[in-house]
């Protein structure tokens, strides 16, 4: 009896088949792979031995090294409720619409004066064109109204819960930090917590048992 062969084509529709499935995974992989997002404002942070892991949901001020200063609203729960009261105490006349549009904002670097035109550009303005938030004297610290809203948005609540983070760049003037301690002052805010690029972590740290995500 003649041995039957296989025809070829049968293993060709196989390994197709096998490279559509492999092509798949791939392309599931790419797009479900969440990729650390570049830094709007970018600082070079000083060394120290750290041992804490800088949360998501903190309240941080940003130096870079021209000396300008920026604010992030990471604690979602308290955002709206800081630039409400923002809009308010400096009379800043928002509509429902540049409300919206602030709200959308990842750092806040205007002064008052100009925060309503830029809201009414049609492309939103990067971090790098913002003027930064005015702190060159006592008189003129706005940093200071922004932490009073930030304050008065914790109100009944223990400001333990309050994450202040301060993110200096190693090139930024000291006058310029002590700007921002001083807005911190006049809101009765005595402890921050600085951010800086971790070198040394001991083994048993929190740091190195949960490193950041890239």
């Not at 060394?47 to 000396?67: C, H, M, P």
């Amino acid at each position: 009896m003649p041995k039957v062969k296989l025809p070829r084509k049968s293993t060709a529709v196989d390994m197709t088949a096998m490279c559509d499935v492999a092509f798949l995974l791939l392309s599931f992989f790419i797009l479900a792979t969440k990729t650390k997002p570049p830094e709007a404002v970018t600082v070079v942070t000083p060394s120290s031995i750290s041992t804490r892991i800088a949360k998501d949901d903190a309240i941080l001020i940003t130096l870079n090294k021209e000396g300008k200063v920026y604010l992030m609203l990471g604690d979602r729960a308290k955002k709206q409720a800081i630039l409400e009261d923002i809009n308010t105490t400096k009379a800043l006349g928002l509509t429902p619409e540049e409300m919206t549009k602030l709200r959308k904002m990842e750092f806040y670097g205007m002064p008052f004066n100009k925060m309503k035109s830029m809201l009414q550009l049609e492309t939103p303005m990067e971090p790098k064109q913002m003027e930064g938030i005015p702190v060159g004297d006592s008189l003129n610290n706005e940093l200071s109204d922004w932490v009073g809203s930030v304050v008065r948005s914790y109100s009944g609540e223990s400001m333990d819960n309050l994450n202040l983070l301060v993110k200096g760049d190693n090139a930024a003037k000291y006058p310029t930090f002590k700007f921002v301690k001083d807005a911190f002052k006049r809101n009765d805010i005595f402890k921050f917590k600085i951010v800086t690029n971790p070198e040394g972590v001991p083994a048993d740290s929190e740091l190195a048992l949960n490193p950041p995500k890239k």
